[in-house]
């Protein structure tokens, strides 16, 4: 996400690096790169030409303190005009109502039906609330299915009527039946419609002011760059919907729907979609994707994600161990498998300032932690527990069956030995443990 943006970025910012001060000429040119930059991110023309006048207004306003160099007083200048453009602030949905009612437009194609499924189980299991999602996409054969097979997957109900027509009147049963059964969100997942398609739009249209939402999400795919933004301003117009879910921003997306978005349309983005797991759904906050888009990690999602998987109880006994130097392969297996939980792992690495970029061009998926797993499950209980009695033998029986070689067995050993030493070093000098993230193989 963002990678080529935030390089061609850093590469601008070095025209200023070992400048004194800043001025109207090595500003130009830093900005020239930066608008260039911008644009081949796929951002609409006028949003990158008024960012970079107003970058431009506020850094030459600015002096440089002795202690900041010209290249970071730029980034600083740049990371606050990147956090306004995207909207300044996290904009919550809103859940007004006794149900909130959530309806969801959008584009063919966008992943908005998955994204109902995701949204669902975000309310659920981040804010107590007990939705019922609402199929009201009667044109697709296979949507109402697919709504039912993310339900049971989530644990969710679906409403639906087979065989009916009328998507108003479904919308309409189906919040009926959430009173009845006490449901206090109602997510309406209607079909995916063509911007141009009149019929189709004032069909949408009609749901809206039947239903009378709370919110109205508007679902787009981000990999569609400046189009993604055009079709927003087309529906815009028709439904004035609330706020945006940007989705497939894990693929090789430019950034430029993200960055335009909220300028063209004015509505903020609300969510993030950053995989096809159902729990990859991310509240979408302006200040930290300005800090990932200029390298600078984003520690603060990072700990939340941890926070998620990592429960307290079990980081105190965790603790408990290292401190008497009783961690054993048990305890690393299941650190692992949570890491794995929180996503996808080189993502998670870009989260931590500074490593971004070390680890932009390694080969990193959360298939790399396979070798390691196998190599721990054909431990025997005994082995796992008590990793001194590894001997030659047993390493060699634990190479064939894991599929590894001696080398790759001896490897992990020692690095779990010096994990083991390290972290037991950490706790004892008054350190918390737990929340570790092991050493793990990366393939050039």
């Known amino acids: 996400m963002f990678e080529n943006l935030s390089d061609k970025l850093d590469r601008a910012f070095k025209v200023l690096k070992g400048q004194g001060k800043i001025s109207e000429i090595n500003v130009a040119e830093t900005l020239k790169e930066v608008r260039k930059a911008l644009l081949e991110a796929d951002v609409n023309y006028k949003v990158a030409k008024s960012f970079t006048d107003t970058v431009k207004e506020k850094a030459l306003g600015q002096d440089v303190l002795l202690s900041v160099s010209p290249g970071q007083l730029m980034v600083k200048v740049v990371h606050k005009e990147l956090t306004d453009l995207m909207g300044g602030a996290m904009t919550d949905i809103n859940l007004k109502g006794t149900p909130a009612i959530i309806l969801m437009s ?19 299991t981040k804010k107590s609330r007990s939705p019922l999602l609402v199929a009201c996409d009667v044109y697709r054969p296979a949507a109402v299915d697919q709504l ?15 065989g009916v027509t009328d998507p108003v009147s479904i919308a309409k049963n189906g919040i009926a039946e959430a009173k009845k059964n006490g449901n206090d969100v109602v997510i309406v997942d209607t079909a995916g419609r063509l911007a141009v398609d009149e019929l189709m739009m004032d069909e ?8 009378q939402p709370s919110e109205t999400l508007f679902v787009v795919d ?10 927003a301003k087309a529906f815009n117009d028709r439904i004035d919907f609330d706020g945006v879910v940007l989705t497939k921003l894990d693929g090789d997306t430019r950034g430029g729907a993200a960055l335009s978005i909220k300028s063209v349309v004015n509505k903020p983005i609300k969510f993030i979609g950053t995989g096809e797991k159902m729990e990859a759904l991310d ?7 300005a800090d990932r888009i200029l390298g600078m990690g984003d520690i603060v999602s990072l700990v939340e994600k941890a926070q998620e998987q990592f429960d307290a109880k079990e980081a105190a ?3 408990k161990k290292i401190s008497k130097n009783k961690f054993d392969f048990n305890d690393f297996l299941q650190q692992l498998q949570q890491i794995k939980k929180m996503g996808n792992v080189k993502d998670l690495l870009g989260m931590i300032p500074g490593i971004g970029k070390a680890v932009k061009n390694l080969d990193i998926d959360n298939d790399s932690f396979n070798g390691i797993e196998a190599i721990i499950k054909s431990m025997t209980p005994l082995e796992r527990t008590d990793p ?57």
């Open 106 to 124: 959008g584009l063919q194609g966008s992943g908005k039906t998955t994204l109902s499924g995701k949204l669902a189980r975000y309310l659920k």
């Open 388 to 444: 001194s009695v590894l001997n030659g033998s047993r390493k060699k029986r634990i190479a064939t069956g894991s599929g590894t070689d001696i080398q790759e067995v001896n490897k992990l050993i020692k690095q779990f030995e010096d994990m083991r030493k390290m972290m037991k070093a950490f706790t004892s000098k008054g350190g918390k443990a737990g929340k570790m993230m092991p050493g793990m193989p990366m393939r050039r």
């Open 317 to 319: 006994e965790l603790q």
């Open 204 to 211: 949408i249209e009609k749901i809206k002011n039947s239903i």
């Open 283 to 289: 509240v979408f906050y302006p200040e930290r994707m």
């Open 148 to 162: 039912k097979v993310l339900g049971e997957q989530i644990g969710i109900p679906v409403y639906a009527e087979p």
């Open 222 to 231: 981000a990999m569609t760059g400046q189009d993604a933004v055009n079709t």
